[in-house]
């Protein structure tokens, strides 16, 4: 029940912004403000706003308050590197723009170690935000032989690692990298920029306990619709 009372609170919330209800610079309710207004516990209520932080809606402040974010997302890089980010989810749609069975060697992400001729599942998404712009272009490429069912998956709200948890493939350690690159004419497209501009892209490679590469998914960022930043504790003096 909790879960969906949080569930609740955020996408409301997330309604009032799209709106325009609340605009950029809008301070939001408080902890205690929602905990009177829905009933719920502070946990509650502190999950709603953190989850809006993490997908940069909203900026928290300490001791002064939550507040809507300019128009460029903030996104915290420990958050986006880290594969669980990717369960939970941020506001907005996919947009499906392709899927098919293709070789390895014809997929537009490359798998590491896989033979070529290999049969993969091959995913191309936008990720929209709440006012329907492209937020992120993400290329996913599975191997066949682990999803071999996965076209008849709902591809909009698919999610791979809680899709490989359902199957019980059994995973080991996953790496992210996150690097610069400069869109090419295709994803400028998609992403509504221009081409060979800069961007920030994560890849991240799926394996299992054995070591085996089973999965790779490429996310480039929109240029401009995102600012990076690292929060660090204090520092102890």
């Known amino acids: 029940m909790a879960t969906l009372l949080h569930l609740k609170i955020r996408r409301e919330l997330e309604?009032?912004?799209?709106?325009?209800?609340?605009?950029?610079?809008?301070?939001?309710?408080t902890e205690a403000e929602l905990q009177s207004q829905y009933g719920v516990s502070r946990a509650t209520a502190q999950r709603a706003l953190n989850e809006?932080?993490?997908?940069?809606?909203?900026?928290r402040r300490r001791r002064h308050g939550t507040f809507v974010a300019d128009v460029r997302q903030q996104i915290n890089l420990l958050n986006f590197a880290a594969p669980g980010a990717a369960e939970k989810g941020v506001p907005g749609r996919h947009q499906?723009?392709?899927?098919?069975?293709?070789?390895?060697?014809?997929?537009?992400?490359?798998?590491?170690?896989?033979d070529p001729d290999a049969a993969v599942?091959?995913?191309?998404?936008?990720?929209?935000?709440?006012?329907?712009r492209p937020r992120t272009l993400?290329?996913?490429?599975?191997?066949?032989?682990?999803?071999?069912?996965?076209?008849?998956?709902?591809?909009a709200d698919f999610v791979s690692l809680r899709y490989f948890a359902a199957k019980k493939i059994p995973l080991g350690?996953?790496?992210?990298?996150?690097?610069?690159?400069?869109?090419g004419a295709r994803e400028a497209e998609l992403l509504e920029s221009e081409a060979g501009v800069p961007a920030m892209q994560r890849r991240r490679e799926t394996r299992t306990?054995?070591?085996t590469v089973i999965e790779a998914v490429v996310t480039v960022v929109r240029p401009g619709s995102a600012q990076f930043f690292v929060e660090l504790p204090p520092p102890a003096l």
């Open 15 to 29: 309604e009032k912004i799209q709106r325009g209800d609340l605009p950029p610079g809008a301070r939001l309710p």
């Open 52 to 59: 809006l932080a993490n997908a940069g809606l909203v900026v």
């Open 96 to 114: 499906v723009v392709s899927q098919r069975i293709v070789r390895a060697g014809d997929a537009v992400v490359e798998i590491p170690g896989v």
């Open 121 to 132: 599942v091959e995913l191309v998404r936008v990720k929209l935000d709440l006012q329907e």
């Open 138 to 155: 993400e290329r996913h490429a599975i191997l066949f032989s682990v999803a071999p069912n996965l076209l008849d998956e709902d591809l």
């Open 173 to 183: 350690p996953l790496r992210v990298y996150l690097e610069p690159v400069v869109l």
């Open 209 to 211: 306990e054995d070591g």
